[in-house]
């Protein structure tokens, strides 16, 4: 969840490992080591949160929306439950999405490149765009699919695309 109530739910979450490293027995110098990093990493996530950097996380490379869509990269494309796989999550795209925001951070003055912003959105159009990134995906269904897998592909990939063409920023 990218929105700004998602990020609340992670700062809770990240003061709670907090809290809890602070009864954690420390046994070794392994486990010494281990905490330290835990807690700096923790208190690192932390304040970002606090900060609101996230609230304005824009880059060309890894966003909210790069992410979403980079898990179909990771995703194996050869077999019949793959694509039934493929299908089930681009029928997520659109709640992982509706979150993410750039307004809360506007309303308080955290606020990205501009030109940033403009290469997302250009980004966004090019996966929204019919024959583009979502098509390209389901087009390598086997031919075993059977047609109600083909039917959950492309009313995914509409749904995905529909999704980045109604991205607000």
Known sequence: DYSPNGLEHERAAVSRMLAA??????????????ALELRRTGELSRDRLDAGVD???????????????????????????????????????????????LREGVARRIVPARRQVRELAA?????ARAGGFFSDLIA???????????RDLAEGAAEAQEAYGGLSL
């Open 21 to 34: 490293l602070e009864s954690v027995p420390i046994v070794d110098e392994t486990d010494e080591i281990t």
């Open 123 to 127: 980004q966004s159009e090019e996966y």
């Open 140 to 150: 390598g269904v086997p031919e075993s699919a059977p047609e109600s897998l083909r």
């Open 55 to 101: 609230l304005a996380e824009v880059n060309n490379i890894e966003t909210p929306a790069h992410t979403v869509r980079m898990i179909f990269d990771l995703m194996p494309q050869q077999s019949v439950e793959d694509f039934a796989a493929i299908a089930e999550r681009l029928r997520n795209v659109s709640a992982a999405l509706t979150g993410y925001t």
